[in-house]
């Protein structure tokens, strides 16, 4: 009888709604992007065809078609546009997102002399070419790859703030796979930035928009 009554007990905390873990556990097959991500990004960086933003806009639309093979509800309508979150708040994290910013670039800029973050993407494109690049395909592919479906799904397995660290990971092996701690570091922390704010907000267009402003500030204030 005590054994049963822990057992109720124990179903009724997996279902509470601030319950860190989920009681749903998406299929092990979610993990294949995540392991794809790495190679295909080495192959990226250390092979250029043609442009750098180019290929990387590429392997992300590869990424994302193998995300949603796996991850049928990563194109529904609630995963994206979620609009719950009242107005105001959605404002107060926008500016939340500058004001990290500022001391992240000036720390950043002590550790080098040039813009690497910035020359990393725009390499030898011209600056309204690579920021429309980044604005329009970028920062929406990477958004959707690693917030929308890598945090969302590695929550479920790791829980909110596991997820968001896991995810960050992930976004980081850019700067791994470019042989750049600093890359990697900046990576890590932007993507934890955005990975709280996207697990308060619940969704991909407020996280887009976070990340646009990183790319405006990065070009306005490079580091």
Same mark, same amino acid.
């Given at each position: 009888?005590?054994?049963?009554?822990?057992?109720?007990?124990?179903?009724?905390?997996?279902?509470?709604?601030?319950?860190?873990?989920?009681?749903?556990?998406?299929?092990?097959?979610?993990?294949?992007?995540?392991?794809?991500?790495?190679?295909?990004?080495?192959?990226?960086?250390?092979?250029?065809?043609?442009?750098?933003?180019?290929?990387?806009?590429? *392997?992300? $639309?590869?990424?994302?078609?193998? *995300?949603?093979?796996?991850?049928?509800? $990563?194109? +529904?309508?609630?995963?994206?546009?979620?609009?719950?979150?009242?107005?105001?708040?959605?404002?107060?994290?926008?500016?939340?997102?500058?004001?990290?910013?500022?001391?992240?670039?000036?720390?950043?800029?002590?550790?080098?002399? +040039?813009?690497? $973050? $910035?020359?990393?993407?725009?390499?030898?494109?011209?600056?309204?070419?690579?920021?429309?690049?980044?604005? *329009?395909?970028?920062?929406?592919?990477?958004?959707l790859f690693f917030r929308g479906f890598a945090q969302y799904n590695l929550s479920f397995f790791f829980g909110k703030f596991g997820g968001i660290v896991i995810a960050a990971l992930l976004y980081s092996? +850019?700067?791994?796979? *470019?042989?750049?701690?600093?890359?990697?570091?900046?990576?890590?922390?932007?993507?934890i930035v955005i990975g709280l704010i996207y697990s308060r907000v619940k969704s991909l267009v407020q996280a887009t928009l976070l990340h646009i402003i990183t790319i405006i500030f990065m070009y306005l204030?490079?580091?």
């Open positions: 009888m005590l054994d049963q009554s822990r057992f109720a007990e124990n179903i009724f905390a997996m279902v509470k709604l601030d319950n860190p873990y989920a009681r749903y556990r998406p299929s092990w097959k979610i993990f294949i992007p995540m392991l794809l991500l790495y190679p295909l990004l080495k192959w990226v960086i250390h092979y250029s065809y043609f442009s750098f933003l180019y290929q990387y806009s590429i *392997a992300l $639309l590869i990424l994302i078609i193998i *995300a949603q093979y796996v991850d049928e509800s $990563l194109f +529904t309508k609630d995963r994206i546009f979620s609009f719950d979150f009242p107005f105001e708040k959605k404002l107060f994290y926008l500016f939340v997102m500058i004001v990290v910013l500022i001391p992240i670039r000036n720390i950043a800029v002590q550790f080098t002399a +040039t813009p690497q $973050l $910035l020359n990393f993407y725009q390499g030898n494109i011209k600056s309204l070419e690579s920021m429309l690049i980044m604005v *329009a395909i970028i920062a929406p592919c990477e958004e092996i +850019t700067g791994i796979a *470019a042989h750049s701690l600093y890359l990697a570091v900046l990576y890590f922390i932007i993507g204030f490079p580091f």
